[in-house]
Nanobody, 126 residues
């Protein structure tokens, strides 16, 4: 059975950093593309970053480019999202998601992903 579990969220001051982890089980991580999404209260869930399956090509939303870094460790079945220079507008529940045929979807489109975690809260506030 496939599971994705996010961790690493919390409260951080503006300008601070957090690293989110997405631990996956029940699948061979190297065969799946992984995306990070976020949803703020009253807003649509939006794509933040994604990493392809075999080549590890990365994608970022304009709003986080230069501040966030996605990476994967297939041996540990874990994908990370390093978030630096956090802003209050980064406050949201962050989700990771997996898709088997990553090359067939827009990388940051939530509709393309098949499997989702439960999310972890990130709050950026002084």
């Amino acid at each position: 059975q496939l599971h994705l579990v996010e961790s690493g969220g919390g409260l951080v001051q503006p300008g601070g950093s957090l690293t989110l982890s997405c631990a996956v089980s029940g699948l061979t991580l190297g065969l799946y593309g992984i995306g990070w999404f976020r949803q703020a209260p009253g807003k649509e869930r939006e794509g933040v970053s994604a990493i392809s399956d075999r080549d590890g090509i990365t994608y970022y939303a304009d709003s986080v480019k230069g501040r966030f870094t996605i990476s994967r460790d297939n041996a540990k079945n874990t994908v990370y999202l390093q978030m630096n220079s956090l802003k209050p507008e980064d406050t949201a529940v962050y989700y990771c998601a997996a898709v088997l045929y990553f090359s067939r979807i827009p990388p940051l489109a939530r509709s393309g992903y098949d499997y989702w975690g439960q999310g972890t809260q990130v709050t950026v506030s002084s």
